[in-house]
């Protein structure tokens, strides 16, 4: 079996499902970071994973329908903020989005961040993280944060009783993932 830095790469990201999302860095104790990423980019080019975003690739999933699909955003995400070891909430529309509260998807997608502000293209949709302060990110888990963004994208006086029914039926189990 050829030992190439390229199918060394390939055959760490083989052994995790499809759909992960890897760093370049990931790949650095096969050889020089320079090196990896022009591995990476070989790797890019004969269609055996797909970028995802500037140093972030994946081995794309099949749909018998679409091809190879992309890692979901929300995936890719959260893989940026593990990789900086930051805390993250999501905002205004996508927030209201996620809880149901809209059908309306937004064109970019903007996260509440402690860690270091920045604009990053996943795909076509551009995703933002705002530096915030603490205050703004504690919340007792995840669904209290999504509430917190979406009840502020609403504003107190436009929230309805039909945004209210969401949050009070929403499952309990979900406040501790």
């Known amino acids: 079996m050829d030992n190439s830095l390229e199918n060394k790469i390939l055959r760490r990201m083989k052994q995790n499902k499809r759909g992960k999302v890897f760093f370049a860095k990931d790949f650095v ?3 020089h970071y320079k090196a990896c990423g022009k591995a990476l980019e070989r790797l890019v080019n004969r269609k055996k994973i797909m970028r995802v975003s500037r140093g972030i690739y994946s081995i794309p999933q099949t749909s ?3 091809g190879k699909v992309a890692p979901p955003i929300d995936n890719v995400i959260h893989a940026i903020a593990k990789r900086d070891n930051a805390k993250i909430v999501p905002t205004g529309l996508f927030a209201e989005n996620m809880l149901g509260f809209s059908t309306q998807v937004p064109m970019k997608v903007v996260y509440l961040t402690d860690g270091s502000p920045k604009k990053l293209m996943i795909g076509k949709v551009p995703v933002i993280f705002k530096k915030t302060s603490a205050k703004n990110l504690a919340s007792k888990g995840k669904l209290s944060a999504l509430v917190i963004q979406a009840l502020k994208s ?4 436009h929230v309805t009783d039909y945004e209210i029914g ?5 499952p309990t189990q979900s406040e501790t993932d």
């Open 29 to 31: 104790a096969f050889g």
């Open 166 to 170: 969401k949050i009070l039926n929403w």
């Open 154 to 157: 609403i504003r107190k006086n």
């Open 64 to 66: 018998k329908f679409l």
